[in-house]
């Protein structure tokens, strides 16, 4: 299990499959191998729909965003 966590206020959005996680992987810069959070802004958000994301990944995150300009989000194992 993969949890999701607003980074800011430590509030769990939910969780994510192997393959959502990758895809996040995949498609968004980490600043180091060990990086586990993503900031997000309703551009990236787009894109990653346009990119195939999952429509469940989709909806969480901009969830997330809600009516905010960015959101930084964290992800967990277990």
């Given at each position: 299990m993969i949890?999701?966590?607003?980074?800011d206020?430590?509030r769990?959005?939910?969780?994510?499959?192997?393959?959502?996680?990758?895809f996040?992987?995949?498609?968004?810069?980490?600043?180091?191998?060990?990086?586990?959070?993503?900031?997000?802004?309703?551009?990236?958000?787009?894109?990653?729909?346009?990119?195939?994301?999952?429509?469940?990944?989709?909806?969480?995150?901009?969830?997330?965003?809600?009516?905010?300009?960015?959101?930084?989000?964290?992800w967990?194992?277990?």
């Open positions: 949890r999701v966590f607003d980074n206020t430590g769990e959005l939910g969780e994510i499959t192997q393959s959502q996680l990758q996040l992987i995949d498609k968004l810069e980490e600043e180091s191998l060990e990086d586990q959070d993503y900031y997000l802004n309703r551009a990236t958000i787009e894109m990653l729909e346009r990119e195939g994301g999952d429509p469940g990944l989709i909806e969480m995150l901009r969830g997330a965003l809600g009516d905010g300009e960015g959101v930084e989000i964290r967990s194992r277990g």
